[in-house]
């Protein structure tokens, strides 16, 4: 690679960081060698998992597993984890190819398979083709291909390349979402369409990227196009014929954003009426974001979903003074009504784009001393936050890497603390704001164990200079205002993959890679956690220690999400979709020039050695024992 280091899956070293720190620092980071000394001492050695009583998903959100991948999250509870362990520490090292098969689109590959009795389900980026693969017959051959033809006017609106997240399953059916806003129901069996509700409009800039959620008769679905003045909301459809059963918007009134008698936020700044359109300058809550992209979880026991909300539009905080409710945040909701029950900010009057859209794991947990259902986030603002989750009340936020452009989260009013050396304006420049506008992790989903009660988290090591300008709202146009350039964060890695132990509140182990850790990861019973890095190698590394236990080098860099599941001959199988794109390989997806700095929204600018580490792809890898 040209003009960088070639890192390896090296253990964070607390000794060796420090010192990266300390000559960032001299040359004119300012705030940053103090608050990432914070940071800092979490960090060294592997450190063994707190002893404490143990930690675990709501039973009724994460059944027993029955060898199958229904939804990308795997169960309700959003753990990510499976109780096979056919592969373990042990073998994992035996793994070889089972089968592949091309999508045929070179995109960025960011889907969960889906497994369901003996079958795989695949959705592609735009055009959003389905596959069926018959996994009981040699090679998995296809069994059906569904095309919804989306028009391809979406291509180019689409914020940060034409990614899919995946499908769900429920009731026999395929559920999936089109870049160009529609939502498609389809016989899991034959692939034949069941229903098409479009439900989303490309003229305004509005796509839908994610994967739904199917809860109690009711397909969740949300909205992209935060930076193009696209006014956020979720939705339910019903499962049955797709009617629209309730919508609820991140941005306006109490009555669009269901906000009635029953919401009972915990803090103070989150009660009123109509704040979502008081906290905003006159009529701005229309153009003002709050989209729902990312991940939705659900807790049956007590009948709550949670879900976040994007950032708030334009980037440039100067043109949306107050807190712009309700963005940046996260709700939770009764799924039959949509009836809003609590709500709370993770970045009250965003400054840098950090959209509140990533997953959330529910647990349950003695807490100081009491048993408490918990939420626990790894937020884009660079904390690991843990949410009581029948009240929205913040325990515990913590920096999981390294985080300058705010001070900490105040526990008494649940407030970001600001730091006004990397607060951002129309005609200022900031520079080394940590983490940039991706975060310290964007949508790529970490997994829980509660065999180790660890947490492992896919995130990046990226810091940005930033510059607010001035700009107008015309629909189907980019609506930012801001100018960015990232760079790579302290160490000069530019992702890792860090094991967090949430009873202690600090890293039990960390890995650095050279890219960004852009793919989900996904953990088993037999202590292994996989994961994907940028330059196409597939990962298994231990679950308490992270020791690299195999790679495979795939055909493209990896931005997907790893399952595993049982095959129909009784065996563990392992499974990820290989093709690099994104936000953060749209430079190679896309063929950007790297020698524009701020293309990608200045994502670019940290990749553009990319182009020579992995090419374009959209291949299915999936692996299994000798």
């Known amino acids: 690679m040209k003009g960088m280091p070639q890192l390896g899956p090296t253990r964070v070293d607390a000794g060796r960081h420090t010192r990266t720190l300390a000559t960032r620092n001299s040359l004119g980071t300012g705030i940053f060698l103090v608050t990432l000394l914070t940071w800092l001492p979490l960090q060294g050695a592997v450190s063994e998992p707190s002893k404490t009583e143990a930690i675990a998903p709501p039973a009724a959100a994460s059944p027993p597993d029955d060898g199958q991948w229904a939804m990308p999250a795997k169960n309700y509870a959003s753990t990510r984890f499976s109780e096979l362990s056919e592969i373990n520490e042990g073998n994992v090292k035996n793994l070889q190819v089972a089968f592949t098969f091309s999508t045929g689109v070179n995109k960025g590959q960011e889907a969960a398979p889906l497994v369901v009795g003996n079958t795989m389900y695949i959705v592609t980026p735009f055009p959003n083709f389905v596959y069926a693969l018959d996994l009981s017959k040699p090679g998995a051959p296809m069994k059906w291909k569904y095309e919804p033809n989306p028009e391809p006017a979406a291509q180019g609106v689409a914020c940060c390349d034409v990614v899919n997240r995946g499908a769900a399953f429920a009731d026999g059916r395929i559920f999936f979402n089109t870049l160009d806003g529609h939502t498609i129901a389809l016989d899991a069996n034959t692939g034949k369409p069941i229903w098409n509700t479009h439900i989303g409009n490309i003229n305004i800039g509005e796509t839908i990227t994610m994967a739904p959620l199917v809860v109690k008769g009711k397909v969740l679905v949300g909205n992209s196009g935060g930076e193009m003045g696209v006014r956020g909301w979720v939705k339910a459809l019903d499962v049955g014929d797709g009617h629209v059963v309730w919508t609820a918007y991140g941005t306006g009134p109490d009555k669009d954003v269901l906000i009635g008698p ?365």
């Open 262 to 626: 029953d919401f009972k936020p915990h803090y103070d700044a989150d009660k009123g009426k109509d704040l979502g359109v008081t906290t905003w300058p006159p009529e701005a809550w229309k153009i003002g974001g709050g989209n729902m992209w990312g991940w939705i979880s659900y807790d049956p026991d007590l009948n709550l979903i949670f879900h976040g909300t994007g950032n708030p539009g334009p980037w440039n905080p100067d043109l949306r003074p107050g807190d712009n409710k309700w963005t940046s945040g996260i709700f939770a909701r009764d799924p039959d009504t949509g009836a809003a029950k609590w709500f709370y900010q993770w970045s009250p009057h965003d400054l840098h784009d950090y959209d509140g859209i990533n997953e959330q794991i529910l647990l349950d947990m003695t807490w100081q001393g009491k048993p408490r259902k918990v939420l626990v986030r790894p937020e884009r603002n660079g904390y690991l936050y843990i949410l009581d989750r029948t009240t929205g009340e913040v325990l515990s936020a913590k920096p999981f890497g390294p985080v300058n452009s705010s001070k900490g989260v105040d526990l008494k009013t649940g407030r970001l603390i600001e730091n006004p050396d990397k607060k951002t304006g129309t005609g200022k420049v900031v520079r080394d704001i940590c983490p940039t506008a991706s975060g310290l992790k964007d949508w790529q989903p970490s997994a829980f164990s509660p065999k180790t009660g660890l947490l492992y988290i896919p995130h990046n090591n990226l810091c940005m200079d930033e510059e607010g300008v001035e700009v107008n709202y015309i629909a189907g146009t980019p609506y930012v205002g801001m100018n960015v350039r990232m760079i790579p964060g302290p160490g000069g890695n530019r992702g890792a993959f860090t094991a967090w132990d949430i009873a202690a509140e600090k890293p039990a182990w960390s890995l650095k890679e050279n890219f960004p850790v852009w793919s989900g990861a996904v953990v088993t019973a037999g202590d292994v956690v996989f994961y994907g890095t940028m330059e196409g190698w597939f990962k298994a590394v231990s679950a308490r220690t992270g020791e690299l236990l195999w790679q495979f080098k795939t055909s493209s860099g990896i931005i997907g999400q790893p399952i595993t599941y049982r095959g129909p001959d009784g065996h563990q199988y392992v499974a990820i979709l290989s093709g690099v794109g994104g936000w953060a390989g749209a430079i190679v997806s896309g063929d950007l020039d790297p020698r524009d700095a701020t293309a990608a929204l200045g994502f670019v600018n940290a990749m553009k050695d990319l182009k020579n580490a992995t090419t374009a792809g959209g291949t299915l890898y999936v692996f299994r024992l000798p």
